[in-house]
């Protein structure tokens, strides 16, 4: 069973920066895309960045292209998103998730497994 899970939230002023970092253990194969979602009570789950498991594939949300960077360590089962330039609406738990392979669309409802996510908080 795959694990994932997430660490480097926390509070921040706007301008900041923060790194996530998204940690698996359980797998039994390679060949993972790690996708970074993020969800504000009430709304819906969206994707922030997706990067294939060469790392030579990344999608980004308009809202932080620019801004944020997705990358992976295999060899240290980790997955990283660096985060510069926060604002308040950056507010929300962040999730990482991983599906086998790479999904068409990076919809919520193709990745199969999933951490408990990481608080980020940007104060204005």
């Known amino acids: 069973q795959v694990q994932l899970l997430e660490s480097g939230g926390g509070l921040v002023q706007a301008g900041g920066s923060l790194r996530l970092s998204c940690a698996a253990s359980?797998?039994?194969?390679?060949?993972?895309?790690v996708g970074w979602f993020r969800q504000a009570p009430g709304k819906e789950r969206e994707l922030v960045a997706a990067i294939s498991w060469s790392g030579r594939n990344t999608v980004y949300a308009d809202f932080v292209k620019g801004r944020f960077t997705i990358s992976r360590d295999n060899p240290e089962n980790t997955v990283y998103l660096q985060m510069n330039g926060l604002k308040p609406e950056d507010t929300d738990v962040y999730y990482c998730?991983?599906?086998?392979?790479?999904?068409?669309?990076?919809?919520?409802?193709?990745?199969?497994?999933w951490g408990r996510g990481t608080q980020v908080t940007v104060s204005s």
């Open positions: 998730a991983e599906v086998y392979g790479y999904p068409e669309s990076h919809s919520r409802i193709e990745y199969d497994y």
């Open positions: 359980g797998r039994t194969c390679s060949s993972y895309t």
